[in-house]
Every structure is written in C-alpha cells, then in structure tokens.
C-alpha cells in the first residue's frame, strides 16, 4: 500500500508514505502495545495552559500550587 502511495502525483500523500516508512517500527509498536502517552500529553498541555495565563504575575510557588488545584 506504501510503495502504491509513493508512486502517487500527490505530493502530499507521498511525503506521508515516507514518515510511514522512515517511523515504520513506532507505528508497528502504537498499533500492537496498549500504552499510549496521551494523558501526559494532556497534562503537559493544561500546565502550559496555567503558565500562560500567569505568564509574568506569579512567583513559581504560586504556580505550582496552581498547578496541584487543577
């Protein structure tokens, strides 16, 4: 199905069909193993969030009691 893509005119689906093919062991391991790291992610997201919003008006000790609330 990959080499079908590649040999496609879309220039878009082509580069697709390569990050396929160069991270082919990583999508073959999130397609088997049941693990996923989308709540750090999320996590991560939200403390960017609170820090963005406090940018520049808060020591860190408020931002990290902040953080522990949410």
């Known amino acids: 199905m990959v080499d079908t ?3 496609s005119n ?3 689906l082509t580069t697709f069909a390569r990050g396929i093919e ?3 062991e990583a999508v073959k ?3 088997i193993t049941e693990f996923s ?3 750090i ?3 991560i997201n939200k ?3 609170i820090k963005r919003i406090m ?3 808060c020591s860190f000790e408020l931002l990290k009691l902040k953080v522990i609330m949410s």
């Open 5 to 7: 893509v590649k040999k």
């Open 41 to 43: 992610e999320g996590v």
């Open 47 to 49: 403390i960017k969030v």
């Open 22 to 24: 160069r991270d082919i």
């Open 55 to 57: 940018y520049g008006r």
């Open 29 to 31: 391991n999130a397609i």
């Open 10 to 12: 879309n220039r878009e």
């Open 37 to 39: 790291n989308g709540v």
